[in-house]
């Protein structure tokens, strides 16, 4: 069974930086392409950011420009650095492999963007 776990979410202000990351066991990390996604309150589950097994990267035009998604396939590790928060950020960050037609979750780690 693929476990994901996510870490270093929290508390930051407007304008404040904050990364997240992502730690695998339990499968062939450097094969698949890494996804993170995100819930705000009263919203649907949305993907932010995809990094492929070559390193190719795609974003939600909401966070282009100010998140960065990366991956360590060493540590098994999948990053998302993300610079000049705004509340709108507000949100259940949630870590995604998707391996042969299963996908599976991370637990989530919060992040909350506030004064």
């Known amino acids: 069974q693929v476990q994901l776990v996510e870490s270093g979410g929290g508390l930051v202000q407007p304008g404040g930086s904050l990364t997240l990351s992502c730690a695998a066991s339990r499968i062939s990390f450097s094969i698949w392409p890494m996804n993170w996604y995100r819930q705000g309150p009263g919203k649907q589950r949305e993907l932010v950011a995809t990094i492929t097994s070559g390193g190719d990267t795609n974003y939600a035009d909401s966070v282009k420009g100010r998140f960065t998604i990366s991956r360590d396939n060493a540590k098994k590790t999948v990053y998302l650095q993300m610079n000049s928060l705004k509340p709108e950020d507000t949100a259940v960050y949630y870590c995604?492999?998707?391996?042969?037609?299963?996908?599976?979750w991370g637990q989530g780690t919060q992040v909350t963007v506030s004064s």
């Open positions: 995604n492999v998707n391996v042969n037609q299963l996908s599976y």
